[in-house]
């Protein structure tokens, strides 16, 4: 009906009023992803929420990330469209744990990814996230030892990147990278001969040595477009499927299914969607707060990770 006001009209008509900006993961659904001011991964949307003038940020995620960018952009009001959105990485490492490390092992240097809560982020020496750990690993002196948490199979891939022999990697994993499983990548490289592999580095190590390229969700999207090969087998999120197909356009992804759920949507990410992005630009709710104490120590580790890379 000409003339019908959407729920895309209302998100937008919001945005507006409450000088607010959306930002969103790869792993949206594509019409959140097609309404964002910016798409980006974990780092980028770190990095670039500042960037943009506004007093609302509103980022269709998970908590995790959304209290990354609160971390860096306090005076604001941060949202996240779901506050029960979270990530096994984060529940798999609680703070407690984590301390007690840290008095039995002074001398570790402590590198969260970041899928950590903010107290563990206030634990840790240095934070990092899979586009970068590699470099992080690299910047801290070779004779200084390592607990890498919480993803075991991230921290593997840095470990053998790295040549890395004093690092020790807590037992954590994501629900649905860890699932992927090397039979499945098999399967669908004897079925689609002509594909490269591109993998998130959370997958397990046989995927992974699979791979032609390992990389975030942001540069799993890049590296495809600047590939002459026309098709790709992908082992990450569907969600990245919306920017692939924009980016490069002709060219054809395969997704392989993970053993979790048979499918490979990660559930936190879904629990956002296009009504419960309009309430709570109405409600201006759920808000991220984290207390100043907690601020104050998190934001050490952030400036080191964003100072090195
Ligand atoms: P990137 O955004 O760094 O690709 O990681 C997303 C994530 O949290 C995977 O679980």
Request: glycine residues 4%; aromatic residues 6%; proline residues 5%.
């Amino acid at each position: 009906m000409p003339g019908a006001t959407t729920i895309i009209d209302e998100i937008l008509e919001w945005r507006t009023r409450r000088r607010a900006i959306i930002l969103a993961h790869y792993y949206q659904d594509p019409e959140i992803q097609e309404l964002a001011d910016a798409v980006g991964d974990v780092l980028e949307l770190a990095r670039g929420a500042n960037t943009f003038e506004c007093e609302v940020i509103v980022l269709c995620g998970v908590r995790f990330m959304a209290e990354a960018v609160k971390l860096l952009n306090f005076q604001k009001t941060v949202l996240v469209p779901d506050a029960y959105a979270g990530c096994s990485l984060v529940d798999s490492c609680p703070a407690a744990a984590v301390r007690a490390f840290r008095r039995r092992n002074p001398e570790h240097v402590i590198v969260s990814y970041m899928n950590t809560s903010m107290e563990v982020k206030a634990e840790s020496d240095i934070l990092c996230t899979s586009q970068n750990a590699v470099t992080i690993v690299n910047s801290i002196p070779a004779n200084e030892p390592i607990l890498f948490l919480p993803d075991i199979n991230l921290g593997n891939y840095v470990k053998a990147r790295t040549g890395r022999k004093n690092m020790q990697i807590w037992q954590g994993a994501c629900i649905i990278h860890a699932t992927f499983a090397g039979r499945r990548l098999a399967s669908a490289r004897a079925e689609h001969p002509e594909a490269l592999v591109a993998a998130h580095p959370e997958c397990p190590a046989d995927v992974l040595r699979m791979a032609d390229f390992v990389g975030s969700s942001s540069s799993i999207v890049s590296w495809c477009a600047t590939q002459e090969a026309n098709a790709f087998i992908i082992v990450d999120e569907s969600g990245v499927r919306h920017s692939l197909e924009k980016s490069c356009p002709g060219k054809g992804f395969f997704f392989i299914n993970s053993e979790s759920c048979n499918c490979c949507e990660c559930p936190y990410m879904r629990m956002n969607s296009l009504e419960k992005l309009l309430t709570c630009l109405k409600n201006l709710e759920p808000q991220i707060e984290i207390e100043a104490h907690i601020r104050r120590r998190a934001l050490v580790p952030l400036g080191r990770m964003l100072r090195v890379q």
